[in-house]
């Protein structure tokens, strides 16, 4: 049996990764707080603790954004949860200064994100899923009308019902497999590398392969590469070879505060000239450095006449056969359309990216409130608020999701701190408004 709660919040958030503690910190300080009418906010994370793609966490990767894009600094320069602000109480910013980068690693990152989340533990619950939310109209008890979000205890097993005039879903990008292609303890995901690979002895692991020519698939070759010095490590790409990111100036402008109004009050046509010309800013691309690092590699072993680094040109996985710990992996060349090639694996690694984040399912019930668009995908207010009938008053908002309504930067972090800002001057001005938010 549940138990049912009797406060209602103005805003639940789901999930507690980097866009929900940015909109943390955004309540916090916003000024409603010191007008002693503080926005109330509860989070609720099914990790165990706070995370950031932990399985992905490999030594030396770097973040893909300036520290500067941290969770708050472009929104409030002055807050105390800036990355500047954890590098002094770290006791690290005159060294973090001197080593002249941009780009620290994800491991700093997390632990920058550690070090935010520790100031709102009072407000996240842990091994905490949310199941569904439903709407509830209770005029008769007083309540009006209210939003319930049923949580379920990861480890209890038990449920909870916590009560919101508004839901913010921040759930994060969904792991992709290629159609047909199943995981198992030999088959696995970008997502769940570093857990997978802590499962198997590295002495068996004589021959590897990675699918995919995106950062996941270009770093995970070169930790595989580095990690198993006796082992055949070939990767897999779609392509004629890695491509690079473009993060040169004018197209990083693209991730700009600025572009999300361009983006979402321009024409279709705009819509799909931000696509064309800038995808190759943040999918299917790999960082310079990287990309030079596993050719380095390859070349050196070509010139040893030792080569265990392969690189499979134009290549995609047709079929996975599996038996026991054995894997053979059934290739397709798209050299010729023809060639069909099989090699066997001990571990075969998925790095084929993610869909975007879909509350759909989240929402239920609740979704029929929710409008669309001719190609079926929600409609979004400009503050994130996902566009309803009349009839429900209490307020869905989207950290993330949103690729189709305000652009590239909807499942990144280079806008968040920009992002959770408005979403809580939403909160408070529809407050304001006489909505009971
Ligand atoms: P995120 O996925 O981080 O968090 C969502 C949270 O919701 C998770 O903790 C999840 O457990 C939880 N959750 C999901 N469903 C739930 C439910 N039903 N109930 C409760 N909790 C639930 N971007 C960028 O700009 N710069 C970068 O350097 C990188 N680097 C990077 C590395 C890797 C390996 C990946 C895969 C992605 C990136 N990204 C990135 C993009 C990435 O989307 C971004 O960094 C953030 O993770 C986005 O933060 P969110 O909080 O929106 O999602
Ligand atoms: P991604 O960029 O979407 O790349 C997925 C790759 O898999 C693409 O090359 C894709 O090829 C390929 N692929 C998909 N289906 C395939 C199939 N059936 N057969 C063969 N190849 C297939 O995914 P990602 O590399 O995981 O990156 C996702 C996000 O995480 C990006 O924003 C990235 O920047 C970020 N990231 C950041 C870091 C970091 O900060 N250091 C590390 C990793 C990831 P097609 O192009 O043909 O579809």
Redesign the pocket.
């Known amino acids: 049996m549940g138990t049912r709660e009797r406060e209602i919040y103005d805003i639940v958030g789901i999930g507690f990764g980097p866009s929900n503690l940015s909109l943390a910190i955004a309540l916090e300080e916003h000024q409603e707080n010191a007008s002693g009418r503080p926005v109330t906010a509860a989070f609720f994370e099914r990790q165990p603790e706070f995370g950031w793609?932990r399985n992905?966490l490999l030594p030396q990767?770097?973040?893909?954004i300036s520290f500067l894009k941290d969770l708050a600094t472009f929104r409030n320069p002055l807050s105390k949860y800036s990355f500047v602000s954890y590098l002094h109480d770290s006791n690290r910013l005159v060294q973090f200064v001197n080593n002249q980068d941009f780009f620290p690693t994800?491991q700093e990152f997390h632990q920058y994100l550690q070090w935010a989340e520790a100031g709102f533990k009072d407000r996240v619950s842990y091994n905490s899923e949310v199941t569904e939310v439903r709407v509830v109209d209770e005029e008769s008890a007083g309540e009006g009308q209210h939003l319930e979000v049923e949580v379920r205890d990861t480890v209890g097993g038990g449920t909870r019902v916590v009560k919101a005039r508004n839901v913010t879903v921040s759930t994060g990008?969904v792991p992709?497999m290629?159609?047909g292609?199943e995981r198992d303890e030999r088959v696995w995901h970008?997502s769940e590398f570093l857990a997978k690979f802590a499962t198997v002895r590295p002495e068996e692991l004589k021959s590897v392969a990675v699918?995919?020519?995106?950062?996941?698939?270009?770093?995970i070759t070169k930790y595989l590469h580095d990690m198993l010095p006796g082992a055949q490590v070939s990767a897999?790409?779609?392509?004629y070879g890695y491509s690079v990111?473009d993060d040169t100036p004018f197209a990083n402008q693209v991730f700009d505060p600025n572009a999300v109004d361009h983006y979402y009050f321009g024409t279709e046509k705009t819509r799909d000239a931000f696509w064309r010309y800038h995808k190759n800013t943040?999918?299917?691309?790999v960082?310079d450095d990287v990309i030079r690092e596993l050719f380095r590699r390859s070349y050196e072993e070509e010139v040893a006449g030792a080569q265990r680094l392969h690189f499979l040109n134009l290549?995609?996985?047709k079929e996975v056969k599996r038996s026991g710990d054995d894997t053979r992996v059934v290739l397709h060349s798209l050299l010729d359309g023809e060639t069909e090639q099989e090699m066997d694996v001990d571990a075969l690694v998925?790095?084929?990216?993610?869909s975007t984040m879909d509350p759909t399912g989240l929402l239920g019930d609740l979704d029929r409130f929710c409008l669309r668009d001719t190609e079926g995908r929600h409609q979004v207010e400009r503050d994130y608020r996902v566009v309803t009938t009349p009839e429900l008053s209490c307020g869905i908002y989207l950290q993330g999701g949103t690729e189709h309504t305000h652009g590239l930067t909807s499942?990144?972090l280079s806008n968040i701190a920009v992002r959770s800002g408005e979403i809580a001057d939403s909160l408070v001005e529809r407050r304001g408004a006489g909505a009971k938010v």
């Open positions: 793609h992905m990767a770097t973040m893909q994800r990008l992709r290629p159609e292609m970008s699918v995919g020519a995106g950062q996941s698939a270009a770093e897999i790409l779609p392509s990111a943040n999918y299917s691309v960082d290549t995609r996985v998925f790095a084929t990216g993610y499942s990144l």
